[in-house]
């Protein structure tokens, strides 16, 4: 069900949400968070996408601003809310309002979006690109639990991060972080079977990888030691390298969703690692909305290391 609002206002889309509901037999007590989508035209359609697929494991009530800046034709004041509220199929298993927000509405957003926040219920706040420098101080930022950003929508992932670090507020997370779920459990699980000190460590992955920078800087805070960031031809994190007394440890996934697993003594093995897409990294962020405390340990962490350049050949 489609329900298409024109220069309204948000008592107006909770009105049509509650008549929608009763339209087509669906309540919201089995929804459990609110998700607060901050992006613009081109990137709604992707993002709205994915939250509605994350909404299978978190029923949610997902809302899309869209700040718009371009004058609509014949419209004199230039401000204005214009809303689309989704249920049922349309929506997944919550509830889906895109909000565009017209000239100086936009500015305020947040008073458009804090009357459709479920009541008593956890507000995440996700901006697929375009993230502001402090996501706790903004205004749609300081109504959440959780605030996600990603990197590697930036120009400059690197100097992204270094800008996080400074303004980091418990609740901040970051996609580029959440993308190395599958390798940190791999790396843990590794030392765990090895039991054995690490001299030295590496990170191979492409030119100004957010996800690497992450992994290196949370390798070295954990295990003490300098991590050589190696530039490779990609895709993403290609390999990490961990030196021990007896040999190299070593994860190494050139392309694909296997990788290989290399422990001294021991025969080679062969795991999965693909690349997740959007919407599974936002299930698993939805899963805790506690701060992530490993993210900033990561974030934080000087930004040591040599950097070299190296063209890996795979077979």
Known sequence: MKIDLTDTTASKVNKALVEGR??????????????????DEENAYDATKAAQEASREHPSRTLVVIRRTKR?????????????????????????VVLRLYGETGKHADSVVLPLLLPDAPVVVWWPVDAPENPAKDPLGALAQRR????????????????????????????????????????????????????????????????????????????????????TDGPVVTAVRLGTPN???????????????????QPERTLALKVRSTAELIAEELRRLDADE??????????????????????
């Open 148 to 231: 996600i950003t990603d990197a590697y929508a930036v120009e400059d992932p690197v100097a992204a991060l270094a800008q996080r670090s400074t303004s980091y507020a418990p609740g901040d997370t970051d996609l580029a972080w959440t993308r190395l779920t599958p390798w940190r459990s791999m790396l843990a699980a590794a030392l765990d079977q090895a039991r054995t000190d690490v001299i030295s460590a590496a990170v191979e992955s492409e030119a100004d990888n957010p996800s690497a920078e992450l992994l290196a800087r949370w390798l070295g805070a954990r295990l003490g030691v300098q991590v050589e960031r190696v530039t």
């Open 72 to 96: 609509l034709p014949r419209d004199r004041h230039g401000n204005r809310l214009d809303a689309e509220v989704r249920l049922g199929s349309e929506a997944g298993t919550g509830e889906t």
């Open 247 to 265: 040999g190299e440890i070593r994860i190494d996934r050139p392309e694909g969703p296997l990788a290989k697993l290399t422990l001294p003594g």
């Open 22 to 39: 009763r339209a087509i037999g669906t309540p919201a007590v089995g929804m459990v968070l609110t998700m607060v989508i901050v992006t």
């Open 294 to 315: 490993m993210y900033a340990v990561a974030l934080q962490a000087a930004a040591h290391g040599k950097v070299t350049k190296e063209s890996v050949q795979h077979a």
